[in-house]
């Protein structure tokens, strides 16, 4: 294809023993074991999905008909109604509400605790590690079956759902409290410790302070997440706007829907372009 | 003498400012407080309910017929892997059309992007529940719904790692005369790999979580189950697929981890 260069051309091939011409007469030009261990993994990606494809029972029926079902649905959805708008925008505010309490409880409880965790800082080191294996289970659990069984066991309502809500949120932020802790570095601790400052005075004077910014950067960061997930909450009972989406959905009622999803949108797009906005401005300082 | 006094303004400004957010604060929590009638006597007293109910309901788990959650599981498995793998490769499709330095049209970036943003701004068990009314209960909704939010979630991901290429490859291309498909296979993609398999690990896991979720709103998987046990009080049913949940989650992480190691 290409011309040879009259570098190639005089290049006698035991000069070069790393290049290796391929019959086509190109210098290949990649890693050898890179490009082995991608087609290894693509390889590998491919079987795995061809044997789960072939697991998988899909009706070619049930495809057809939901297909042929979808003009009906969109033109429902096309006429959006604002009939609904108020009872939405209720629900809205109110799935806000539950992600900000939920977010002002969880700092208070993880702030106290991610100083018990981090390693630099932590009175009792078994308590720590305890903990830790603690949170790794909590945060396992996806948070919506947390909420699940929040519901299950206080009722729907928002109340539910802050209850739901706090165990994952806590267990994020107390984990990303702890590294930011361990990575502002020992000398601050250091210091204060050999001039006879007490834990308390090494937390709330020494290490508080200086972390405050960064710490205000993962909970806006968190609130975004946390707003997104409530939504989805009242899906499941917890209160908020997910209740009505669901309720417009199982009643056919997709012209408010329409509205209940757009409203969603505007929402989440809006926190979390605030929420980028402060983070750039908390990193500029 | 006014440097003197700066700093001292300065610094009463900014207490100034301090108190100002924290009234700011103050003032949303009782707004918040109020307007959904949070009533924190009766969730601080919700709280020991509420772990007496984890601990005493809830555990043991039962370890009974193990073989009927083996169906789920693996349903959740299959989800997941065909789910990463047909939304890898439309996300990727959508990507390159929609990264600020690979897309052959500002239109189509633009329009892309719209799209892009919309549904992943609408959380995904939205788009799940509507599904389930357009398909039916089953796996197919589940599946979609995975390909759908997965596609975007990736397309926008992909999108962002493209554009912080360097440039100087593509440049170099550029000005030996390589057309858009050879710079894309040399310049592009041998720099984006790694970006690419870790965003779709990444996204592995994320179905993992998904598709135990999905099945709350009837589109199959192991969540179906586990809304069935809880509807039917069977608790000691729901934490034994919870605790299935936590070890196929942590099992999924620990395998992507590997991988991970093994190909950056």
Known sequence: MQQQTSFQAYSPQQAQPGVQKTSGGKIRIGHRRTQRQTRLFFAAAAVLFL??????????????????????????????????????????????IIAFLTVVISVVISILLAFLIAENITPFKWAGRALRVVLLVIRTVPTTIWVLLAVASMGFGSMAGVLGLIFPTSSYLIKSFAAQIEESGDDNIEAMRAVGASWLQIVFKGLLPNLLLSFLAIISFRFEMEVAETVMLGMVGAGGIGVLLQDYISYYEFADLAMGIIIVFVTIFAVELISNRVRSRLARR | MSQVVTPHIQQRQKKAKHMVSLALLAGALAFSIWYVKFDLIEFISGIPLFLNFLFTDFLPPNFANMDSYLRPVLDTLIFAVVGTFISSALGLVIAFLMARNTAPHPAVRIVLRGIVSFVRNVPFLVWASLLVVIFGVGAMPGLFSLLVFGTCFLARVYAESIEELDKEATEALEASGATYGQIIKHAI????????????????????????????VGAGGIGSNLKQSLDLFQYSRASMIIVILIVLILAVEFLTQRIRERIL
């Open chain 1, 51 to 96: 044997v789960c494809l072939s697991l998988l029972d899909l009706s070619w029926e049930q495809f057809r008909s939901g297909i042929a079902g979808l003009p009906d649905i969109m033109s429902k959805v096309m006429t959006i109604s604002f009939h609904a708008f108020p009872a939405l925008l209720d629900g809205m505010v109110t799935s806000l």
């Open chain 2, 189 to 216: 993609i041998p720099q984006f790999m790694p970006g690419y398999f870790s965003w779709t690990l990444f996204m592995f896991e994320i179905n993992i979580r998904a598709s135990a979720i999905l099945g709350l």
